[in-house]
């Protein structure tokens, strides 16, 4: 029983597997779209009463593939605290959370569904490479977001002193000042809040530039990343390759 499940649930090289994998991706799918027309306003009951019969199929199929996951799984506890088994549970939880308690008063919670999202990950081949691709520059991410936080203290620190006295409403401390310094940043410069002095200004262009070498960043390593990857599989493929021009070679000398 165990190998069949697996065979079924792991396996997407056999047909049942890849079958299953579409199928799943389908419901993540529809959960999601369900998850979206729900938010509609004047829906009819009628209406709601299918999107929510097509919520329990979902949740019944994604808490029978959790229950599969967890009894193939050699190492269960491994598996149930894994980041896919988090996402597993995440994304079945909300439902369970609803049989006793009024989401209304939880809404926060209803967000975990999204989790839903992120299962697809373990289906489609572009995003594990991404995810791989993530994990391989995980110490270039967090040095980056590291030194993002201390320049968006750093801009916000500068903009208050420049701007503090001139709009007083505006930027009244640095915490309110990192409002524009995350806009400014990130260059999307919402035009809320913009400084008016001639020094907010000149230091508003520096900070500007260092936000367009900042959005760029991220693209690099990530891209840097993804090249890793691909030519690592591309030399595992050409390995595989040798190998097998290698034993037929073998088997032609012993005929």
Not at 58 to 86: D, H, M, N, P, Q
Not at 107 to 128: E, G, I, P, Q, S
């Amino acid at each position: 029983m165990k190998k069949f499940l697996s065979n079924i649930v792991e396996n997407n090289d056999s047909l049942i597997g890849r079958a299953f994998d579409i199928f799943i991706q389908i419901l993540i799918i529809v959960s999601v779209v369900v998850f979206s027309i729900e938010t509609l306003p004047n829906l009819k009951p009628h209406t709601r009463e299918i999107l929510h019969s097509i919520e329990i199929f979902c949740v019944v199929i994604f808490t029978i593939e959790y229950l599969a996951r967890i009894y193939i799984a050699e190492k269960k506890l491994k598996f149930i605290f894994s980041f896919f088994g988090i996402i597993d549970f995440l994304a079945i939880l909300p439902f369970y959370l609803a049989i006793g308690f009024d989401l209304r008063s939880l809404r926060l919670l209803r967000m975990f569904r999204l989790f839903r999202l992120l299962k697809l990950v373990r289906y489609n081949t572009a995003m594990k490479n991404f995810g791989r691709a993530m994990y391989v520059a995980k110490e270039q991410i967090v040095l980056f977001m590291a030194i993002t936080v201390i320049l968006i203290y750093f801009s916000a620190v500068g903009i208050y002193y420049f701007e503090h006295e001139a709009q007083p409403d505006h930027f009244a401390s640095i915490f309110d000042s990192l409002w524009w310094s995350i806009v400014t940043l990130t260059t999307v410069g919402y035009g809320d809040v913009y400084p008016i002095t001639i020094g907010g200004r000149v230091f508003t262009f520096f900070i500007l530039l260092i936000g367009l070498g900042i959005v760029a960043i991220p693209t690099g390593i990530i891209s840097s990343s993804m090249t890793k990857i691909f030519d690592s599989k591309h030399e595992e493929l050409e390995g595989k390759e040798d190998l097998t021009t290698f034993e037929a070679t073998l088997l032609e000398e012993e005929e």
